[in-house]
């Protein structure tokens, strides 16, 4: 069975950016009316597909209706799916904050990049081939460019060219990784890679090394994993505050491409490769989680803070991705979606915050703000939940690591991830009581009261979100554990290509 | 009433009094109330089945893949507890009501202490371990909200910071152990735990298990070494120390090690470890206790050594020594809960806690008085009240246990209760007792009933359990005792066994030891004071700051912003780990016959190995850098040309003119020259990361031309099907608007969103701020041409301006079957019209540009889109192209593709693009002061004011 | 050929890592221009090296170079032009925004506490 649907997560944002290019660039209202509607349009697709991607086997998509390998295919399983759905709910909960905050105010052309953020995002996790993955990076990374630097500003502008040298660097890595793929192998096809590389002759298996290893780099340094995750911090910390809780995916985009990469082409049992990425993944994993969590510790801004959070969260989650077996991806998966949403929850309260104070420095304390007890309640809970406190999903998912990662490695990587747990609760809580405690201590009335309840509902909503990942744990990790069985028995995918021909 | 409901009562109970913060403190109290005794409520139904040997089970499943389920159990143990948590919590609430002042936050605080109690309550109902450490680290969390409830204190902030700190490390180390032990009895729940006694005293894991577990409850139960944060979490209002720190959560640890009692006592380890740890505690703990003048500080290490007590008393291992804990559990949580309350209430009237201050309040406050005195000689240990009868089972324990010596537990033992009476007396006496003062801070007088009420009710229990000690606590004791040990146990406890049994002369000692102590405190106080002691906060501080300021400069340091730092590490990082991956496995060179070497190309090398080395050697002139980077482009272009490739050489050529024009205008606002500002060194460190880089790059390249595809290459199929599926003879294109034509999609769209941001970021300039000033005082460092519109340049560019116009929509046309194709055509076009700005400036130019950017930009996505979504309507996928023959004479038969009307979309978008960047460069320069006249030329014939 | 087409790639690579090390926007933007010639030539080379076989379907064609990896580099050129032409504006905003083309930040605002 063949539908459409599978192509409006890209096509939709597209055409309706387009039309907002055209014809309602003046318009800010139209504008919000129609980016709101298509994100509420994209909601109902991405449940319609994930709803069908969980009773479904994979299903693909041949555009120009040309065969596999020979044209580009969309491939949609339990994975993209699901990463597709959590891209549309927490693109829509962005917009909600940007909108009540005025951010979209602030510049031009915000919903239009939203748009197109959007469409190269679900690109990429719909895609099944190599190249076209490149094709939508460059989509979602040159959005992001602009939205990074939204609204301009002098430390922004600069942050916004080292963040895009870094990632141009990127690019030209992911091509020279992709031309050699398709040196050694003739394709570019992911399905038909997987079946390729597994049947590489020895001689190859060096050059199918090297590419592979560029590859994962280049999703490493999306992943922010250590040591290419110096660009993270400055560019989340001064990015709008919308925009960095939407960056709250961008990082795992790199998760995600080395999740597939690594069980769909590159899968243990391949023996060009065998467990080469496993043995890279996990001591940058470990390190980056360290690495953060001393950031979490020593940020002298909230946005740093959370930026550090975000990239402890990203080596827990590698971490869990490095073992590369069904128990630990599920774990990861259920892992990837908490911190996604968790982070842009804590993203978002940290720009509640600055925006009613002069500054979010941590050296020094200024008077209560308005709302403080409500924002303080926010940040509350989404500390609790990024820090792996109960009764938020971060315990959950930390439990759910921790438990799948027996073995040789055990003491070392529960050590690490419980003293870094420490580190973390710590940090927040000397942040927190510096942000919302010891203002009370000097004297002064509330700045302006602002009152914008879009904002509150949008954090709401999230930390909403993680509530019912803890009393939903059981069905949601009941569907992840299926994810992960499909994504080790990638016969179901390959087949739903239907290659043909050269092989 | 089942037991998950009464776990989720407090939470129930917790949700209104903050969401009515400014309802006011009866509403938030009476509804805290009523929830907590709906639970109690429970509970009580519950007790009789309990108390015939039942143990009630309520199990869902929460987390089945992980083992995590919501079960609960009440057996014996969580009898005792729960109904400490809510008794006395019932009883906190009735007194906080009357504590607290106006001007607090009640509804905060209650939902605090009811988020605490559910948290407290789940402890001790929970059947599943890792359910139990979801609420044991929520413990710490609603207790750290609870000291620093107020927030104004910085004592407060820090306590409530080190009680998280330390608590919040021992849970971890617990998550450990569980983990660990429910790896070795297969299961998380406790059910099948407690029966797996010699799995788990036999595995390898039991030790590690055991000490994690420990850690866990030794943090909680403040036992040393980690006693040090409880007397500073005494900031926290008084009804919180009585009810967090006194009688529940402290007791949390005590509660592990009861629940784990059966599993994990009897080993040597559990014993040393266990009775060292609570032995030192007690003793060490009751002789501060001495010297404190804070009545709360007393009490504080008073409860710290009385928690040191039962854990001994659980370290030994011994039916009858659990049995014993169990029963001090109760009496001190009866007798020490009062005495908070009354210091509370001390503190409340007296406005002062210090001991040195106080005195003679006997006369001015007997109700306070007659409590505390029941209270402080049940904490002393005196009969006829219940502190009496465990410390005697306590004392009678000890001295026949075993340890070092024979003598030496009884005799340390007797020394703690020593103390203990000693810091009682000093309680008692030096707050009540002797001559009433006239410098208190504020005279005070008995309370009223909301807040004596409450510890009076507790000291009535204090007596009654003394006097008739099994008819009233008896059966909870034996209820809990067969609990915790897991065998029928029957509690025969009385006041008076006859003056045989050691115990009873050990605590006569220490009644008139600890009457000595207190007689001597002047004296012993001044020793105190002169023997130098390690004072915990400042050791904790001295631990948690330099690691911060360590934190803060690490990272600092990591993360300066310097980005060719970061860059080199990355490039370095990608080349070595592609080595090791190289390196690590099988290569066979390759066989290919290599294509041979001619003149022309030979020389085109040699061209761009100056032109590359020309611009790193001469890139601090940045015109010429960039001059020089033309022409490698051009060889590149070239190069393409001579490869067989056309359609490479065309678009690179087109896209370096573009490239170049846009370098040089922006480079018309940059610094003209790059100044020397990286030492040798880093010169020569960068240039060897540069050349090894080369060497990857070039060697790997070389490695995959010199051998063949492992498997046929999928263009072959390109190739065969371009003319027959994709109705064009140029393959190249053919791939780009059909094979390949979604990736297209999506490369025109990122250069529609590029010119977006340029748009977007030149407003962003343009709109007032340091930029803006900038550009409008703005001086041109180079001196500007004599005439900025040559004439012969207008002229040769109006003339070729068709021309361009002419190739480009040639080029767009015969693109699907020769080398061309929408997007050369665009850039062609857009050449044309730039040099039109070049030659006459950008007012003249877009005074005539009819149509916006914008405009080409949204348009041509939205055409490819249509195109692409017009194969929906065939039923064909996104992207399916048709094509057909067309003759109409004269003109020669031609075919027309519904990718060439993709084609349009790509070439209107790339048009779009290039034009509102180079336009934005030029508002720029207006803005700059660059007067763009509307004249096309300088000199304009018949118009003199032209000038 | 192989060879030079090879060490060509070297050499450009080289030429890019070198200058995008260098401390101002203008020489890593060139650096980066650099990048982007190496590894379309890089990319282009991966379909092996042809001399006189355009992907232009003739009767008479003896054969044909790899037209996919040409058309992979026509998108790739694309791109990385219209990611050229956001950082320049990008870098030229940020010179006039802060009157200095460095392009590492170490005076972050989180520094001048």
């Not at chain 1, 109902?44 to 209706?65: D, F, Q, R, T």
């Not at chain 2, 927030?151 to 306590?159: A, F, N, T």
């Not at chain 2, 979309?905 to 660059?930: C, D, H, P």
């Amino acid at each position: 069975m063949m539908s459409h649907w599978i192509i409006a997560p890209v096509v939709l944002p597209a055409v309706v950016g387009a039309l907002i290019v055209l014809i309602m660039r003046h318009d800010l209202v139209l504008q919000r009316v129609f980016a709101m509607a298509t994100g509420a349009l994209m909601a109902a697709v991405a449940g319609g597909l994930l709803w069908s991607a969980s009773v479904h086997p994979a299903e693909a998509y041949h555009l120009g209706n040309w065969p596999a390998p020979f044209g580009i295919v969309l491939v949609l399983d339990r994975l993209s799916a699901m990463m597709v759905a959590l891209t549309v709910a927490l693109w829509l909960a962005v917009q909600l904050y940007a909108i009540g905050s005025g951010w979209d105010t602030r510049g031009r052309h915000f919903h239009a990049l939203m748009l197109f953020q959007l469409m190269g995002l679900c690109g990429a996790f719909l895609t099944g081939d190599a190249f076209n993955l490149f094709v939508f990076f460059e989509v979602l990374l040159i959005a992001s460019y602009g939205l990074m630097i939204h609204d301009g500003g002098r430390d922004r502008l600069r942050a916004g060219v080292q963040y895009i040298a870094f990632n141009l660097v990127g690019s030209t890595l992911f091509l020279f990784a992709l031309a050699t793929i398709y040196a050694v192998t003739g394709t570019l096809n992911m399905a038909d890679l997987a079946v390729k590389v597994a049947i590489l002759p020895a001689g190859d298996a060096a050059l199918i090394r090297v590419a592979g290893v560029l590859l994962v780099l280049v999703f490493a340094i999306k992943g922010a994993l250590v040591p290419l995750h110096f660009w993270l911090p400055a560019t989340y910390s001064l990015a709008p505050g919308p925009v960095a809780a939407l960056f709250a995916v961008m990082t795992k985009v790199g998760a995600y491409a080395i999740i597939r990469t690594c069980t769909l082409i590159f899968p243990p049992s391949t023996p060009a490769t065998g467990m080469l990425f496993a043995e890279l993944l996990l001591p940058a994993a470990l390190i980056t989680l360290t690495v953060g969590a001393i950031g979490v510790m020593g940020a002298k801004t909230l946005s740093r803070l959370v930026a550090f959070a975000v990239i402890a969260s990203m080596g827990t989650l590698f971490i869990a991705i490095s073992r590369f077996d069904p128990q630990s991806t599920a774990a990861a998966l259920y892992y990837l979606v908490h911190s996604t949403l968790v982070g842009a929850a804590l993203f978002l309260t940290a720009d509640l915050v600055s925006d009613r104070r002069a500054h979010d420095r941590l050296t020094d304390s200024l008077p209560p703000i308005a709302r403080s007890g409500l924002i303080a309640t926010l940040f509350f809970g989404g500390a609790v939940a990024i820090a792996g406190m109960p009764p938020l999903s971060g315990f959950l998912g930390k439990l759910l690591i921790l438990d799948a990662t027996r073995g040789a490695m055990l003491p070392l990587i529960w050590t690490v991830v419980l003293v870094t747990s420490l580190i973390t609760i710590v940090g927040f809580s000397r942040a927190g009581s510096v942000l919302f405690w010891k203002a009370h201590a000097s004297a002064g009335e509330p700045a302006d009261t602002k009152d914008e309840p879009l904002t509150f509902a949008a954090v709401i909503l999230l930390l909403a979100a993680l509530a019912a990942m803890t009393v939903a744990a059981g069905p949601i990790m009941a569907y992840l554990g299926d994810t992960a069985a499909q994504l080790y028995d990638p016969a179901g995918y390959i087949a739903a290509t239907a290659l043909q021909g050269a092989n | 009433m089942s037991l998950a409901l009464i776990a989720a009562l407090p939470f129930l109970g917790a949700l209104l009094p903050g969401l009515m913060i400014r309802s006011g403190r009866n509403a938030a109290s009476g509804f805290a109330a009523f929830f907590n005794f709906l639970a109690l409520l429970g509970i009580a139904l519950n007790t009789p089945a309990v108390l015939r040997g039942e143990v009630i089970l309520a199990q869902f499943n929460w987390l089945p893949s992980l083992g995590l389920n919501a079960n609960f159990r009440l057996d014996g143990l969580g009898l005792l507890f729960a109904g400490l948590i809510l008794g006395i919590g019932l009883l906190i609430n009735f007194y906080a009501r009357a504590y607290l002042s106006k001007s607090d936050p009640v509804g905060q605080f209650y939902t605090y202490l009811m988020l605490f109690q559910g948290a407290m309550l789940g402890i001790v109902l929970s059947d599943n371990i890792l359910l139990l450490l979801v609420f044991w680290e929520m413990t710490s969390l609603s207790s750290f909200l609870l000291i620093g409830y107020w927030k104004h204190l910085p004592e407060g902030r820090q306590g409530a910071r080190m009680a998280l700190t330390v608590t919040g490390a021992g849970g971890l180390a617990m998550i450990g152990g569980m983990l660990i032990l429910g790896n070795i009895a297969g299961s998380y729940d406790l059910s099948v735990i407690l029966t797996q006694k010699a799995a788990i005293q036999a595995s390898d894991w039991y030790l590690p298990a055991l000490i994690l577990i420990l850690i866990g409850a030794f943090t909680k139960s403040a036992q040393f070494p980690f006693h040090f944060w409880l007397p500073h979490a005494m900031s926290a209002p008084t009804p919180v120390s009585a009810y967090l720190h006194s009688a529940t959560m402290v007791k949390a640890g005590l509660f592990l090690m009861a629940r784990m009692w059966p599993v994990l006592a009897g080993t040597p380890e559990w014993f040393w470890i266990v009775a060292t740890t609570g032995l030192v505690t007690m003793i060490m703990a009751a002789k501060i206790a001495l010297f404190k003048d804070d009545l709360k500080a007393l009490l504080a290490f008073s409860t710290i050594s009385h928690l040191g007590l039962i854990t001994m008393l659980l370290g030994y291992g011994t039916k009858a020594a659990a049995m014993a804990a169990v029963f001090h559990i109760i009496n001190h949580a009866t007798f020490k809960a009062a005495l908070f309350m009354t210091a509370g209430i001390v503190d409340h009237e007296a406005h002062t806690r210090d001991i040195t201050r106080l005195g003679g309040l006997r006369k001015l406050m007997p109700i306070t008085f007659g409590i505390t005195t029941i209270a402080t000689l049940s904490m002393a240990g005196l009969p006829p009240f219940n502190g009496f009868l465990s410390k005697e089972m306590m004392l009678e324990e000890a001295s026949h246990t075993l340890w070092l010596a024979p003598w030496a537990m009884g005799a340390l033992a007797t020394i703690g209760a020593l103390f203990s009476v000693a810091y009682s007396f000093r309680f008692l006496g030096h707050t009540f007792l002797g001559p009433v003062r006239d410098d208190y801070p504020h005279t005070p007088h008995d309370p009223g009933f909301g807040l004596w009420g409450a510890p009076a009710l507790l000291t009535v229990l204090v007596v009654v359990i003394g006097a008739a000690p099994m008819t009233s606590a008896a059966w909870l004791v034996d209820a809990a005792t067969t609990a915790v040990t897991g065998e029928p146990a029957h509690a025969y406890i009385k006041l008076w066994h006859g003056l045989e049994p050691l115990a009873l002369w050990m605590s006569v000692f220490a009644v008139g030891g600890g009457l000595v102590l207190f007689g001597l405190h002047q004296p012993l106080l001044a020793l105190w004071d002169r023997t130098p002691r390690p004072e915990a906060k400042r050791i904790f501080d001295g631990i948690i700051e330099p690691f911060a300021a360590l934190s803060r400069g690490l990272t600092g340091a990591l993360h300066d912003g310097a980005l060719t730092r970061y860059l080199a590490i990355g490039v370095v990082a990608i080349v070595a780990l592609g080595a090791y991956a190289f390196d690590s496995g099988t290569h066979l060179p390759g066989t290919r016959a290599p294509t041979p070497i001619e003149i022309v190309p030979a020389f085109g090398w040699i061209l761009l190995l100056c032109a590359t080395l020309g611009v790193v050697v001469a890139h601090h002139n940045r015109f010429v850098s960039l001059v020089m980077l033309g022409v490698v482009g051009l060889i590149v272009s070239v190069g393409f040309a001579y490869l067989s490739a056309p359609d490479l050489a065309l678009t690179q050529i087109s896209v370096e003119v573009v490239t170049i024009v846009l370098l040089l205008l922006a480079l018309n606002f940059l610094p003209k020259a790059t100044p020397r500002e990286s030492s040798t060194p880093r010169r020569l460190r960068d240039g060897a990361i540069a050349g090894i880089t080369g060497l990857g790059a070039g060697g790997l390249i070389y490695a995959l031309m010199m051998r063949d595809f492992a498997f046929p290459s999928i263009a072959g199929f390109h190739l065969a099907n371009a003319k027959t599926g994709g109705g064009g003879t140029n393959v190249v294109n053919v791939i780009l608007v059909d094979f390949r034509g979604y990736d297209t999609f999506g490369e025109i769209v990122v250069l529609g969103i590029a010119a977006l941001v340029i748009f977007a970021l030149t407003e962003a300039i343009l709109r007032g701020g340091p930029a803006n000033d900038r550009l409008l005082n703005w001086t041109p460092r180079a001196p500007q041409a004599g005439d900025r519109h040559p004439v012969m340049m207008v002229v040769a560019t109006r003339m070729i301006f068709p021309i361009f116009v002419m190739v480009g929509i040639f080029i767009f046309l015969r693109g699907h079957n020769l080398p061309g194709g929408g997007f050369i055509a665009g850039l062609i076009v857009a050449i044309a019209l730039v040099l039109q700005y070049m030659a006459s400036g950008f007012a003249w130019a877009a005074a005539r540009q009819k149509l916006e950017y914008h405009t080409m930009i949204g348009f041509g996505v939205l055409i490819a889109s249509a195109t692409g979504a017009g194969s929906w309507l065939a039923g064909r996928p996104f992207m399916t192209t048709n094509y057909t023959y067309i003759h109409l004479p004269p003109l020669e038969e031609f075919e027309v593709a519904t990718a060439a009307l993709f084609d349009l979309g790509v070439f209107l978008t790339v048009l779009g693009a290039v034009l509102l960047a180079l336009s934005s460069i030029s508002r720029i320069a207006t803005r700059a002061g660059e007067q763009g006249s509307a004249e096309p030329l300088d000199l304009v014939p018949g118009k003199e004011e032209a000038r | 050929m192989e060879l030079l087409v090879a060490s060509a790639v070297g050499m450009m690579t080289a030429a890019g890592v070198y200058l995008i090390l260098r401390q101002r926007t203008f020489p890593v933007i060139v650096g980066l221009a650099f990048l982007s010639y190496a590894v379309n030539v890089f990319i282009f080379a991966s379909g092996r090296l042809t001399v006189d076989l355009p992907p232009i379907l003739t009767k008479t064609a003896l054969g044909y170079a790899d037209p996919l990896t040409q058309a992979l580099v026509l998108t790739a050129i694309v791109i990385s032009f219209g990611m050229t032409a956001v950082i320049v504006m990008m870098s030229l905003g940020a010179y006039l925004e802060s009157g200095d083309d460095r392009i590492d930040m170490t005076d972050t605002p989180e520094d001048d506490t």
